[in-house]
């Protein structure tokens, strides 16, 4: 398959993402409101999630496993990532855009975060997990990666209960495309 990369980068430096529907087609969608995830104080997570912080169960690694972070948000029931959109994630992180922030326990991946980063920007595309709180220990970690690397904004795209226990919030489309706007233009490094 050929992936235009500067096309889809750009598509995503203009607040666009891809999904596949139903039918397993590509298309570009946008909201009219855009969860966010704060790399701020307003970043916060369950006491329970403290506790697993603390234990040190988890290590963290970035890009350690794309494919397998790739296959394992693919690896659900319901999915709008298909196996084109596996590829152009794999073109994406081969030309160094799309990167997999991974949880492990004992040498076996927990879970992870899969995400396109654009100057200052993070787009978090999806996550998952193979043993419980994988996915959450990779999230706070991957809030503190970016924070450390001075990220402005942590683009989620939609809002949901899980996502909202961490302080993601929804803004409108015109807030978000200032934000997006600036943070891309951020020279920062993953």
Known sequence: MDVDVSAIVGGYARGWFLMAGEDG????????????????GRFHYPKSLQ???NQKRF??????????????????????ISPE???IYRSLHAAGWAHSFEAWQDGELAGGVLGIAIGGAF??????????????VALVKLVEHLRSREFVLFDVQM????????GAYEIPDLEYQRRLKLAVT?????
């Open 25 to 40: 087609d590509l298309q570009w969608y946008s909201s009219r409101r855009r969860a966010v995830l704060p790399l701020d």
């Open 51 to 53: 506790r697993v912080l």
């Open 59 to 80: 290590a963290t690694a970035i890009d350690l496993d794309f494919d397998s972070v790739c296959r394992g948000c693919a690896d659900r029931e319901t999915t709008w």
């Open 85 to 87: 959109l596996q590829d």
């Open 123 to 136: 787009v978090g595309e999806t996550m998952f997990y193979r043993i419980p709180e994988g996915s959450k």
């Open 159 to 166: 809002q949901n209960p899980h996502l909202e226990r961490f």
């Open 186 to 190: 951020l020279r920062r490094r993953f």
